[in-house]
């Protein structure tokens, strides 16, 4: 609650016609302060003009004004520096280490401002804005989701960056292991990347002369070998290689659990996508090279339109042969593979070598891809946002998960203009 009461602060929410101190003195405030998100009082440098007189300092947000000696500010010099103090209920006057009274004021807000913040908040449905969206200028909503594409792409590019640390600027390394991840396609995705993270590259290219090798190495690295076909002639070759493989270097697989089967289509098995990501690895993995030496997005799709062979032509995992296993990567599989993999390696790439043409191909990528057909992007179609490329798409994914899903309203450009809109209606 003390949070809402600083957004309300930060950004004038109050209705402030009658704003004036519990004793009476009339209040205009003429800058709210900067935000302070460290210890001591909550704004920092604010302008306020209390009867006329112009008072610089610092504010303090509180719900009760009582929480001021309950948090101990009477005693702390830090807070002697307040020039007013702002309460949702004066319950008690504060005072100074000297005992000094301070300025106080109960912060009113328009009813609707808290109809809508409760709506909003607590309303038991996916999307309480969505009936009153077309309320927000398009100019607002293109900006936002603007943003939000870029938010997104930099926690992506955030991940990069830790890999480039811990692999030591080996492209090729971080490429691998953010392939895997993508290959996960989320439900698996932490999976997939512990299984890259305990399987090196520098390992699989050992033997990647080899495919039944590198798939003994990540299927038996992965958990996955643990005897429960051994009526097969492939599996038994699998679980002989593994054996002698993780002996000779002394490997420790992940737990098999950690894979996810429940409630997934076949195609989503992880067990074809790990006879990818062996496919890939055979004859040497050179992904990143041929990730920046393709010249359109058609190029980078046939990157990764590859073909399974042997047992995984006809399979989508061990057991009953499947004759209707089809293509290892669907068309729209391939796309999610671009937009998670190859579009942040761009921008991470050219933002840590000041190469702004790779930043631009990721852009122009994104742009350029088909947008995500999910659940996500259809309940923000219907509430009237249009999305017609990967990058909006992304941009909504970020908005739901991190921001609707969070019910922070109050940091969502969309919320924040709704409850400014009723904040200024008594």
Not at 193 to 212: G, N, Q
Not at 262 to 270: E, G, I, L, V, Y
Not at 292 to 321: I, M
Not at 378 to 405: H, P, V, W
Request: glycine fraction near 6%; hydrophobic fraction near 40%; charge should be negative.
């Amino acid at each position: 609650m003390e949070g809402l009461l600083q957004y309300i602060w930060q950004h004038k929410l109050w209705l402030s016609e009658d704003m004036v101190t519990v004793d009476g003195r009339r209040v205009r405030v003429i800058d709210p302060g900067l935000l302070n998100t460290d210890a001591g009082p909550d704004f920092f440098n604010a302008k306020v003009e209390i009867d006329g007189h112009l008072w610089v300092g610092n504010v303090e947000i509180h719900v009760r004004a009582s929480d001021w000696k309950r948090h101990g500010h009477d005693e702390d010099p830090a807070y002697d520096s307040v020039i007013l103090h702002v309460v949702e209920k004066d319950d008690a006057p504060v005072h100074r280490i000297n005992g000094e009274l301070i300025p106080q004021v109960e912060l009113k807000v328009s009813p609707r401002f808290n109809e809508c913040y409760d709506r909003l908040v607590n309303a038991k449905v996916e999307l309480p804005c969505a009936a009153r969206l077309k309320e927000v200028p398009r100019l607002t909503v293109t900006e936002w989701i603007e943003a939000l594409a870029f938010e997104r792409l930099h926690s992506k590019v955030n991940r990069v960056q830790d890999l480039y640390d811990r692999y030591n600027g080996s492209w090729e390394e971080i490429c691998y292991v953010m392939l895997a991840r993508t290959l996960g396609f989320g439900i698996n995705g932490d999976a997939f990347e512990r299984l890259a993270r305990v399987t090196p590259l520098r390992l699989l290219h050992k033997h990647s002369d080899s495919i039944l090798q590198v798939e003994a190495l990540l299927f038996g690295q992965a958990g996955l070998l643990n005897g429960a076909h051994n009526d097969e002639t492939y599996y038994q070759q699998l679980m002989r290689e593994y054996a002698f493989l993780a002996n000779k270097f002394s490997l420790r697989p992940i737990e098999g659990s950690a894979w996810r089967l429940f409630r997934s289509r076949p195609q989503n098995f992880p067990f074809r996508r790990i006879a990818l990501l062996a496919q890939f690895v055979h004859g040497g993995f050179n992904l990143m090279n041929d990730i920046l030496g393709a010249n359109d997005t058609k190029q980078l799709r046939e990157l990764f339109d590859v073909e399974l062979s042997g047992y995984w032509t006809s399979h989508y995992s061990f057991g009953k042969p499947s004759p209707s296993a089809g293509r290892a990567l669907s068309s729209s599989s391939i796309d999610i593979v671009l937009i998670n993999t190859v579009a942040p390696l761009y921008y991470a790439r050219g933002e840590m070598t000041d190469d702004y043409t790779m930043t631009d191909r990721a852009i122009e990528l994104l742009e350029d891809l088909r947008p995500e057909q999910n659940s996500i992007v259809k309940m923000f179609r219907d509430a009237g946002i249009g999305c017609d490329d990967a990058l909006t798409s992304q941009a909504l994914i970020q908005l739901r998960r991190n921001y609707c899903e969070a019910r922070k309203c109050i940091y969502c450009r969309l919320g924040h203009r709704l409850l400014a809109t009723d904040a200024r209606q008594s």
